[in-house]
């Protein structure tokens, strides 16, 4: 599951020219139901409201969720890590993963989650 999400995030995530913050929501068979884009990005920022994120899930029937973003480089800085944590949500969180054009980091893939 990690190297074919990882795959289909590089070739569309990591082709975006703004960050933005998406869902993929996964019913309990970790099948994709939908995949949403949460949050888009201002030109030096991008926020990511707990709140928002934490609605989502339900609305998508969803029994698990990975979230995704782009970033330059394919490494945790401590806002993701800080970001992630507070992420965790009432469905299982299976990653998060940082695209950085044709490199992917998996959270969990690191022992993050």
């Not at 995949?35 to 934490?54: D, K």
């Not at 998996?106 to 989650?113: C, E, N, V």
Request: aromatic share 6%.
């Amino acid at each position: 599951m990690p190297e074919l999400a990882q795959r289909c995030l590089r070739e569309d995530i990591g082709a975006r020219d703004r960050e933005v913050f998406v869902a993929l929501f996964l019913d309990a068979q970790h099948r994709v139901l939908a995949a949403t884009e949460l949050f888009r990005s201002t030109l030096t920022q991008i926020r990511v409201y707990r709140r928002e994120v934490v609605k989502s899930p339900p609305r998508a029937n969803a029994a698990a969720v990975i979230f995704t973003h782009p970033s330059g480089v394919a490494q945790p800085s401590q806002a993701d890590e800080l970001l992630t944590r507070q992420l965790l949500v009432e469905v299982k969180l299976l990653d998060h993963f940082i695209v950085a054009g044709t490199q992917a980091l998996s959270f969990a893939g690191r022992g993050l989650l």
